[in-house]
């Protein structure tokens, strides 16, 4: 829940959000987890607030790469996040409308995606994330169960799930569902754990 004003114990909205956004931003790596079990990839994902100058954010530049292509990230999203009042934070997702690749190495500058703005983006509906604190302190969410429209690798739709979000990292499991719910990408076993190098 969350608490605004006066001599509230609990944190308000405004605390929530800024938790969240400073637990995503980053630069994280699954090589632990690589290295432990060969049915996952290192891979590196960095997070970097962006567009700091606008009141409706915060708002987040994503890029995910294999960790020996880092200079050719096979995701690069932008993330927008705020707070509901029962004290949920919700991560929305969007995508470039141009070639993202032109944007890779954008999460390493002073300012990234300076030259854009929102209105460069596009939202993807339904695959926001909304994130709820956990008991143990640290977040967890998802999309809704077959919300978020996917057509990689024949899927009809994706499913996010974050877990154990915290400074340390976090746990992400991103599958991929045919229009008969068989899974057809994604890790099977469960999330990649990133953890914080950066």
């Not at 995701?75 to 470039?96: C, I, M, N, P, T």
Request: hydrophobic fraction near 35%.
């Amino acid at each position: 829940m969350a608490f605004v004003g006066g001599c509230a114990s609990g944190p308000t909205t405004a605390d929530n959000l800024a938790e969240v956004k400073s637990n995503l931003t980053g630069h994280f790596s699954s090589a632990k987890q690589a290295a432990a079990d060969p049915d996952y990839f290192d891979i590196s994902l960095k997070m970097a607030e962006t567009w700091t100058d606008r009141a409706d954010g915060p708002w987040l530049y994503v890029e995910q790469a294999m960790a020996a292509k880092p200079d050719k990230p096979y995701r690069q999203r932008v993330y927008r996040l705020h707070a509901e009042k029962d004290g949920a934070v919700v991560s929305e997702v969007y995508e470039f409308k141009g070639e993202p690749l032109q944007y890779a190495g954008e999460a390493d500058k002073p300012t990234p995606l300076s030259k854009l703005t929102p209105a460069d983006l596009v939202l993807k509906d339904g695959c926001a994330v909304t994130l709820r604190r956990q008991p143990d302190g640290t977040w967890s969410g998802s999309t809704g169960a077959s919300s978020c429209p996917s057509s990689l690798r024949g899927a009809a739709y994706a499913n996010i799930q974050i877990s154990a979000l915290s400074l340390a990292g976090l746990t992400s499991w991103d599958r991929g569902y045919d229009k008969d719910g068989k899974q057809v990408w994604g890790a099977e076993k469960g999330g990649y754990r990133f953890d914080r190098v950066k």
